[in-house]
């Protein structure tokens, strides 16, 4: 079973950035992709950038533009580069990832959550 360990969270102030990572640690035959997901407080999560192995992309309109997802497939790691951050981008962001333990079985993992808050 997959693991994901998650850092980068924070306060922030209107405008500036910050860089989440989660790396995956166990038994993966390949991982298919990684995702950022947020929920903020009284809402429901919802997805904020997602990269397959391949390299595609995929963001929600809220942070095109503002936000860059990138992985290391080597070390099975996922970057959220973070940028003019808003007080509307203040959630706890989940690390995902959809992966394979051997040729027949995918999965799905969860982080634990990393709380950005965007105030002044």
């Known amino acids: 079973q997959v693991h994901l360990v998650e850092s980068g969270g924070g306060l922030v102030q209107p405008g500036g950035s910050l860089r989440l990572s989660c790396v995956a640690i166990g038994s993966i035959f390949s991982i298919n992709a990684m995702g950022w997901y947020r929920q903020a407080p009284g809402k429901q999560r919802e997805l904020v950038a997602t990269?397959?192995?391949?390299?595609?992309?995929n963001y929600a309109d809220s942070v095109k533009g503002r936000f860059t997802i990138s992985r290391d497939n080597a070390k099975n790691t996922v970057y959220l580069q973070m940028n003019s951050l808003k007080p509307e981008d203040t959630a706890v962001y989940y690390c995902?990832?959809?992966?394979?333990?051997?040729?027949?079985?995918?999965?799905?993992?969860w982080g634990q959550g990393t709380l950005v808050t965007v105030s002044s």
């Open positions: 990269i397959t192995s391949g390299g595609s992309t």
């Open positions: 995902n990832t959809r992966y394979s333990i051997d040729v027949l079985r995918t999965l799905d993992a």
